[in-house]
């Protein structure tokens, strides 16, 4: 049997923190992921996905994301029941995290950083910020990184059959 699920999408709200009385923290969000296809409006539409995530990844979820974070969960679809003050059966489809990765830098610093799955060594880490480091430090050989070279700019392009490989 195989139940897996990976999202990424923005959260509608900030997560939810709380403790169970045994102290295991648990928080929950909800996660607006864009369907791959717009309706006959054109308009894109999404799903909003209830999201739940366990102990230090709970935490860590709550005190770095927040609402219109970017984030990818990847884990499994976990279905419950429940009867409410009205004696009406609920029913709640939610997905269980094992794994959040921030997609996005926290105030424009670098990267998003993975709060799930296994763990790595902090001499790691430091390695990865040192090359990292060295990397910004260099410049290179395109002045603007973000310019579209295939861009049009509206002007024509002059090429020559001798710049063409065929």
């Known amino acids: 049997m195989l139940n897996r699920v990976v999202l990424v999408g923005r959260l509608t709200r900030d997560p939810e923190l709380r ?4 102290g295991v923290a648990v928080a929950n969000f909800t996660l607006a992921v864009n369907r791959p296809f717009t309706n006959q409006q054109g308009d894109r539409e999404a799903d909003f996905i209830n ?14 994301l927040k609402k219109g974070s970017l984030a990818g969960v990847d884990g499994r679809v976990q279905t419950r029941s429940y009867e409410n ?11 269980m995290a094992e794994s959040v990765q921030f997609l996005e830098p926290k105030n424009g610093g670098q990267g998003g950083g993975n709060f799930g799955g296994p763990s790595r060594d902090n001499n790691d880490y430091q390695g990865q910020n040192q090359n990292r480091n060295q990397n910004q430090g260099r410049k290179s050989d395109f002045s603007n990184f973000d310019d579209d070279p295939f861009a049009s700019d509206g002007k024509p392009i002059d090429i020559s059959d001798d710049d063409l490989p065929f």
Do not use: D, L, M, S
């Not at 403790?19 to 045994?22: M, V």
């Not at 999201?51 to 979820?61: C, F, L, Y």
């Not at 003050?85 to 997905?95: I, S």
């Open 19 to 22: 403790y169970t009385p045994n």
């Open 51 to 64: 999201i739940v995530v366990w102990r230090r990844q709970a935490e860590n979820a709550a005190n770095f």
């Open 85 to 95: 003050n009205q004696g009406q059966k609920v029913f709640v489809t939610e997905v």
